[in-house]
């Protein structure tokens, strides 16, 4: 299958600093890319939509100033928080979705972010 | 709109023995699911997809999952449950493949 890389895995910032998320296909060109957030033993919940080269598309409820997303390229979207606080500390996880497997949406490893 | 519900947050099987992880969904278009499995601190790895072909889906490492329109279910199975099957599992609907909209996942323990 392919492959989609989150970078990094776990990262540990300072309240009021932000941390840049990075979300990258390796084999595959994504057209679209997701961005969820995880709770502790809670499931996914979809935070935003970007298609490469246009505006991110955010949930409702989810403050777009604060998680800012980039998709400027066919196989890297970035996703930046800032200023971030503890109530941001979440497991973040990215996934792609592209030619020629439009089915099937690929997931990274996710990020662990702790804000303290 | 699009929902599902994941019956049961905690199932415990013994080493060996069926497992059967149950998963409803709601969908106003023809569905595309999925079964997917998250490891501690990881992503999520997809076992199987429904999209609208054979209604018994056979996935990797032995899964398999019907889909039932009457019942607009999706239930995962597996014949015999090993130590390394321990996970949270996530039934996820979609109606293009592509948003999803996720369950609150079942915590699956294979006991000795």
């Known amino acids: 299958g392919a492959v989609v890389s989150q970078h990094p895995s776990r990262v540990i910032c300072k309240s009021g600093t932000s941390v840049k998320i990075e979300c990258r296909s390796l084999?595959?060109?994504?057209?679209?890319m997701f961005w969820y957030r995880q709770f502790p033993k809670k499931s996914l919940m979809l935070m935003a939509t970007?298609?490469?080269?246009?505006?991110?598309?955010?949930e409702q409820g989810v403050e777009k100033d604060k998680f800012l997303i980039n998709h400027a390229s066919l196989t890297l979207s970035t996703l930046t928080v800032t200023s971030a606080h503890p109530e941001d500390s979440s497991f973040y996880i990215c996934?792609?979705?592209?030619?020629?497997?439009?089915?099937?949406?690929?997931f990274g490893q996710g990020t662990r972010l702790t804000v303290v | 709109a699009q929902s599902v519900t994941q019956l049961g947050s905690h199932v415990s099987v013994s080493e060996g023995a069926l497992v059967l992880l149950r998963c409803n969904y709601s969908?106003?278009?023809?569905?595309?699911l999925f079964w997917y499995v998250q490891y501690p601190n990881q992503g999520l790895q997809l076992l199987l997809k429904?999209?609208?072909?054979?209604?018994l889906v056979k996935g990797i490492n032995g899964f398999e999952a019907e889909f039932k329109k009457s019942e607009t279910s999706f239930h995962l199975t597996k014949p015999s449950a090993h130590m390394s099957d321990a996970a949270e599992y996530f039934c996820?609907?979609?109606?293009?493949?592509?948003?999803?909209?996720f369950g609150t996942g079942t915590r699956l323990q294979v006991t000795l």
């Open positions: 996934s792609a979705i592209g030619a020629p497997m439009n089915t099937e949406a690929f």
């Open positions: 084999d595959f060109q994504a057209t679209t």
């Open positions: 970007s298609n490469e080269g246009s505006k991110a598309t955010y």
């Open positions: 969908s106003s278009v023809p569905p595309y």
């Open positions: 429904y999209t609208s072909a054979a209604t």
């Open positions: 996820a609907v979609g109606g293009t493949a592509s948003k999803l909209t």
